[in-house]
């Protein structure tokens, strides 16, 4: 679809730069013919790329990583419509999603959740100043229920 979507737009600029004068009227007519099968062409590529149609109902997970600097500590917690996970760091996390012989990475918990259907639809991080510095970072996802 990737290949007709940039072909359709290609063609419709190509098209759209052409002078009407230099045209013959055959020429015009396959022209257009050409521009409004582009257009058609594209309108489906990006109806095809469309979010979710109207109405879809959605169910929101959240991953939450608290990181005390000053003790070098991490505190893990994960929560969806039907469990509340509270592991000890990054790898239990990862053992308890399903995840064969986890490293402890967030990209492997981030990964294990888009495998499971949540789509990443926020990131939020906000660090504290000061002698009791803390990161807070808090990351939310959505799938149709």
Same mark, same amino acid.
Request: aromatic share 6%; proline share 4%; net charge positive.
């Given at each position: 679809?990737?290949?007709?979507?940039?072909?359709?737009?290609?063609?419709?600029?190509?098209?759209? =730069? @052409?002078?009407?004068?230099?045209?013959?009227?055959?020429?015009?007519?396959?022209?257009?013919?050409?521009?409004?099968?582009?257009?058609?062409?594209?309108?489906?590529? #990006?109806?095809?790329?469309?979010?979710?149609?109207?109405?879809?109902?959605?169910?929101? @997970?959240?991953? #939450?990583?608290?990181?005390?600097?000053?003790?070098?500590?991490?505190?893990?917690?994960?929560?969806?419509?039907?469990?509340?996970?509270?592991?000890?760091?990054?790898?239990?996390?990862?053992?308890? %999603?399903?995840?064969?012989?986890?490293? =402890?990475?967030?990209?492997? #918990? %981030?990964?294990?959740?888009?495998?499971?259907?949540?789509? %990443?639809?926020?990131? #939020?991080?906000?660090?504290?100043? =000061?002698?009791?510095?803390?990161?807070?970072?808090?990351?939310?996802?959505?799938?149709?229920?």
């Amino acid at each position: 679809m990737k290949a007709t979507f940039f072909s359709a737009i290609v063609l419709v600029a190509t098209l759209s =730069g @052409c002078s009407d004068a230099a045209k013959t009227k055959a020429e015009a007519e396959a022209a257009t013919a050409a521009q409004a099968k582009a257009e058609a062409e594209l309108a489906r590529a #990006v109806a095809a790329q469309a979010p979710a149609a109207k109405g879809t109902r959605w169910e929101y @997970c959240t991953l #939450v990583s608290i990181w005390y600097p000053a003790d070098n500590r991490i505190t893990v917690g994960l929560s969806t419509p039907t469990q509340t996970i509270e592991p000890k760091n990054w790898k239990e996390l990862g053992t308890r %999603l399903g995840i064969s012989a986890p490293k =402890g990475s967030i990209a492997e #918990v %981030l990964n294990a959740l888009g495998s499971q259907g949540w789509e %990443l639809v926020s990131h #939020v991080e906000h660090e504290s100043r =000061g002698e009791s510095r803390i990161r807070h970072t808090a990351w939310t996802f959505k799938r149709p229920k």
